[in-house]
């Protein structure tokens, strides 16, 4: 194996063509398929980032020796066990209580939606939205998303795949802002331990809301975004080009 430097990239020429080779340039890059790394021989380390010439399909990387995968090893089928795992788990961390607050007057049990309509009723509009975006709507989003990623994924689809390879990269940025509750829960339950007048404690809908965030990211990073382009008319266009390609030659 040979490495190539982290700075390598693909260039292209800007020679002038010719008027008359135009057309036929223009039709040959038309039906031509995009060059690839794994077309080119050429492997990246998924831990250091090496990319290794002429390297075999689970080699050992020459500098950190991590195996080397063209595409993640059953990627679908752990983004899959995951993502299940995910939406059964996200049910009980809606109607579950994830804070307990116990007083001289009795106790109160909060889920997320309950916690966003005493916000919303008792005026912060503002912290209402927040907790509703980040605690209700993002891990709802995210599961979609992960879901649109495997299914199109796993049937070949090149339905709008620069939207969904968009859809992959917002996901991973905003997975790690998806602890809010369980940052709130567990900051008011380390402050609020008045004995006697105020308690408040976590509840299993918090514990599940965490499983829900977990699992979600790593499903996230189960799933490899390189399989969003391995569509059937990828491939189709790529055999059809070699065996045009082996006729010429």
């Not at 299940?84 to 007083?103: D, E, G, K």
């Not at 939205?129 to 796993?154: D, R």
Request: net charge neutral.
């Amino acid at each position: 194996m040979r490495l190539f430097p982290r700075s390598f990239r693909f260039r292209r020429t800007r020679e002038p063509v010719p008027a008359d080779e135009a057309h036929h340039l223009h039709d040959h890059d038309h039906d031509a398929p995009v060059a690839t790394a794994a077309s080119l021989g050429l492997l990246a380390c998924p831990h250091c980032a090496a990319v290794w010439q002429n390297a075999e399909e689970g080699d050992a990387c020459g500098r950190c020796g991590t195996h080397l995968h063209t595409r993640k090893p059953q990627s679908l089928t752990r983004t899959w066990a995951f993502l299940i795992a995910a939406c059964i788990m996200y049910i009980p961390a809606n109607l579950l209580p994830v804070m307990i607050t116990r007083t001289l007057f009795g106790a109160q049990y909060d889920t997320i939606l309950s916690g966003v309509i005493y916000f919303w009723v008792s005026g912060a509009y503002g912290l209402a939205a927040i907790v509703f975006i980040a605690s209700f709507l993002v891990p709802l989003f995210k599961l979609a998303v992960l879901f649109l990623l495997v299914v199109t994924a796993q049937r070949g689809s090149s339905w709008r795949q620069h939207e969904r390879a968009k859809l992959y990269h917002i996901i991973e940025i905003i997975g790690r802002w998806s602890m809010l509750d369980v940052f709130v829960v567990s900051l008011l339950t380390g402050l609020v331990q008045i004995q006697g007048f105020a308690v408040i404690t976590a509840g299993v809908g918090i514990a599940a809301f965490g499983s829900v965030v977990v699992l979600t990211m790593l499903a996230s990073l189960s799933f490899d975004p390189k399989l969003t382009w391995d569509s059937k008319e990828a491939q189709a266009v790529q055999e059809s080009f070699e065996n045009r390609e082996e006729q010429a030659a």
